[in-house]
Nanobody
Framework: VQLVESGGGLVQPGGSLRLSCAAS????????MSWYRQAPGKERELVAR????????NYADSVKGRFTISRDNAKNTVYLQMNSLKPEDTAVYYC?????????WGQGTRVTVSS
C-alpha cells in the first residue's frame, strides 16, 4: 500500500497550491479519502474529506471557501486545491485513506505560506 503526496512548497500569502496524493496497492475507489495537516507544535487536524464515490465533502471551518477536495478514481488520485493561502495554513499535509478498520497514511508534503 502506498500513498504518495506531492505539490507542496513555498508560496506567498494569497497564493495557491494544488496537492496530489497518488494511491496504489488497495482498491482506491472503495475508500474515503481525507487530507490532514499538522503544524509545528500542534496536533494533526482534519482539513477535508471526500467519500469513496465522491459527492458530499466536508471541510474544516478554517479552510471552507478556500480549499477544495476532489478525487479521480480512474487515476487513483485525490487532490486538494488550496486558494487564498494564509500563513496559518503552513503545515505538513497528509493524505489518508479509510475504509472500515483499514486506514493508510502518506508520508506528507510540506506547505509553507510566507512572504
Amino acid at each position: 500500500v502506498q500513498l504518495v503526496e506531492s505539490g507542496g512548497g513555498l508560496v506567498q500569502p494569497g497564493g495557491s497550491l494544488r496537492l496530489s496524493c497518488a494511491a496504489s496497492g488497495f482498491t482506491f475507489s472503495g475508500y474515503a479519502m481525507s487530507w490532514y495537516r499538522q503544524a509545528p507544535g500542534k496536533e494533526r487536524e482534519l482539513v477535508a474529506r471526500i467519500p469513496s464515490a465522491g459527492g458530499s465533502t466536508n471541510y474544516a471551518d478554517s479552510v471552507k471557501g478556500r480549499f477544495t477536495i476532489s478525487r479521480d478514481n480512474a487515476k487513483n488520485t485525490v487532490y486538494l486545491q488550496m486558494n487564498s493561502l494564509k500563513p496559518e495554513d503552513t503545515a505538513v499535509y497528509y493524505c489518508d485513506a479509510h475504509w472500515l478498520l483499514y486506514n493508510y497514511w502518506g508520508q506528507g508534503t510540506r506547505v509553507t505560506v510566507s512572504s
